[in-house]
DNA sequence: CCCGTTTATTGACAATAGTCAAAATGTAAT
DNA sequence: ATTACATTTTGACTATTGTCAATAAACGGG
């Protein structure tokens, strides 16, 4: 009738799920190389809506573009990480910078694919791991329980420390544990009433039962973390370093060798120990810096870490450290 | 010094492996989502070029983009048809059309995840599978074998019969074993000195050890793969028919209920028998098309399969089928 | 050292994709 | 019905990406 122009007014979808459509949309634009124009030509809809589609396609996570991990290992610098501190994995981020969105884009990329159904996975928290659960993309793994291992602490940073444990979970589709109590107290009769109440006991018992565990390591300098973060003064510093203390590892020191210090802090604080780390199937470090180096390979040499996430330049110092 | 625009001509990278400035630019661009002008220019080489290394990024599977499986899954159409059918898995390609590529790309995307190291993967061959196999992207998997899983023929396509197993085995980085004998041979008495010949005792030895398989249906009309490929003259396809014949898988004939028809050719014939499909932990069906529905439908009550890849068109047809 | 060949790179142009404010549609309350 | 509000879609504009023939560097004999 020569007057297609006329068009028929666009109507909500309703014959068929949104889902539906976003797949469809997604299949003709990924796996069968149709342009937008011709997806939009046949949706009957114009081309800025297949725009949309696409994007809340990625969103929803129906999309997923990925780097061969395996690629990644096959790097030079990746291969010798793995070998000089036995690790299983070292995912080194491209670029010339110190990055922490680089390692924590990373991370986020990695993580996924190292959970399976039915995994209960320690996470700590500090701003490396909330810029981890940031970035990651939702991904449902079944029954999968993230547990806090550190207890929480009015942090110095805009996010609350409960924020990582919460993020991942929620992107994940997982349970989450929190812990209800501060990470430090006052004193250590404090941390022994609160350590009897049944809410913190059964936070501990989950702790025993995690097979898979996410953290970063802070510094010892005295604008690291744990300072910070109020987990300890700089007093408490000093009397840790003066005992060789080169990192923290889920607020607890340790020392050159990977070795936890117990120290006056340590009968405070409400929280998973290092040596509860060792064994795991996955031990994720997620971590850059050159402040954190000697921490790092403490937490490698230590026997804490299986996987390894960081940067370029922070692995080539790594590779530079005697050992 | 104002004179910038006096390019240092260009010179081969030979400082960095190949693989590691595609994974760099990768990195920089799906993951960081820098652009190319910007990765050109941290590069210090022309977009053009940043173009080339994500182009062969992706030809590596350095990058791979996929669609999640578990939304293909939670279809209607696709969830119906597991019900009705008793099926782990059915890939319903969107689409108004009946698209051979589309099943190709399809099982093509889906066929890696189900494989696992060990598998031995029993595969056909016909137009469809050869079309799967060439839509294969390149993806390694540790200690797969392929066996062919039909005699060959000079096939009345483009390509050679054992085309589809070899692809396959190539693009996963897998061993292949392929048949060193025709489909169907003129007597019986000749196809039972073949199988005497250790080289095709072995193969049958192979064929015993698959725990996954993928194949197609051949339809029973007179233009069907097994007559055009000479398997079958069409007075044998009328024998069959007329002993309830509705489909064909591996050179086979089977009746409604999927159950093998054994009837003249089969003594003549060197290949599985569908009973031998029957119990796998993946027997992907990848078919299309109206002639197919019937013998899909046999296919699946037979038992034959857990993985149902087809399109929209030919899912509906199935649905529709009484059962 | 020269010269043909191969490969990687580039610039200019064409094609495709993303953005955003405005308009159309749907929804819910009055 | 009518209105106010939220959501979806759109067109026009801008930004980004892909193509391809031309060109420079590396390579491999003779």
Redesign the interface.
């Known amino acids: 009738m020569g007057q297609e122009k006329k068009k028929a007014r666009r109507r909500y979808r309703p014959d068929e799920?949104v889902?539906?459509t976003l797949?469809?949309a997604?299949?003709?634009y990924?796996?069968?190389n149709q342009n937008q124009n011709e997806i939009a030509e046949a949706f009957g809809v114009s081309r800025a809506t297949v725009v949309n589609y696409l994007q809340q396609a990625r969103e929803r996570?129906?999309?997923?573009?990925?780097?061969?991990p395996?690629?990644?290992n096959?790097?030079?610098i990746s291969v010798e990480l793995c070998r000089k501190y036995g690790l299983q994995e070292a995912v080194v981020?491209?670029?010339t910078q110190v990055s922490l969105?680089?390692v924590a884009?990373?991370a986020a990329?990695r993580l996924p694919d190292l959970l399976s159904p039915g995994d209960v996975v320690g996470v700590a928290w500090g701003m490396t791991i909330f810029s981890l659960s940031e970035k990651l993309t939702r991904r449902?793994i079944d029954n999968v329980t993230i547990v806090q291992m550190v207890g929480s602490m009015a942090s110095p940073y805009v996010f609350a420390a409960e924020s990582c444990s919460t993020n991942i979970a929620r992107r994940l589709g997982a349970r989450v544990a929190n812990f209800y109590a501060p990470a430090v107290l006052s004193s250590a009769q404090a941390a022994d009433i609160l350590m009897q109440e049944p809410i913190i006991r059964t936070q501990f018992e989950l702790l025993n039962k995690i097979n898979k565990a996410v953290f970063a390591v802070g510094s010892c300098e005295m604008d690291s973390h744990v300072v910070q973060s109020g987990i300890a003064s700089p007093a408490d510093l000093e009397t840790y370093k003066a005992r060789g203390a080169v990192g923290v590892v889920c607020g607890r020191f340790i020392d050159a060798a990977g070795a936890h210090i117990v120290g006056p802090l340590d009968e405070r604080m409400i929280g998973i120990t290092p040596d509860a780390l060792r064994g795991l199937s996955v031990g994720m470090l997620v971590s850059n810096g050159f402040d954190k180096v000697a921490g790092m390979q403490a937490a490698m040499l230590g026997g804490y870490v299986t996987h390894l996430v960081t940067d370029a330049p922070t692995a080539q110092a790594l590779l530079n450290l005697d050992t």
């Open positions: 799920s889902e539906d797949l469809r997604a299949w003709l990924y796996y069968e996570g129906l999309v997923e573009i990925r780097l061969d395996a690629a990644f096959r790097q030079r981020v491209p670029g969105p680089g884009i990373g990329r449902t």
